[in-house]
């Protein structure tokens, strides 16, 4: 997913969006680890958008004024 598409989404979805991201690297480190991985290229890729993701909710969370700001104990620990 691009950069641009990522920005233009909102708090909440890419709240989703970083779960499902985690679940993936998850299985793909798995799969990893127990040689079941046919292309580690995608293990990284999947590491890569996660951090896209994290990189722009913590843009929204610093760019949101301050009484309209949301949890950050949601984004900090997920």
């Known amino acids: 997913m691009e950069l641009d ?3 233009e989404m909102s708090p909440e979805d890419l709240r989703v969006k970083e779960r499902e991201s985690r679940e993936e ?3 793909l480190k798995l799969k990893l680890r127990t040689n079941q991985l046919d292309n580690p290229a995608g293990y990284r890729r999947a590491r890569r958008e996660l951090a896209r ?3 722009v909710i913590t843009e929204k969370l610093l ?8 949890k950050v104990s949601d ?4």
């Open 5 to 7: 598409e990522l920005r």
């Open 25 to 27: 690297v998850f299985r």
């Open 53 to 55: 993701i994290k990189t």
């Open 63 to 70: 760019a949101a004024p301050a009484g309209a700001a949301p």
């Open 75 to 78: 984004a900090a620990t997920s």
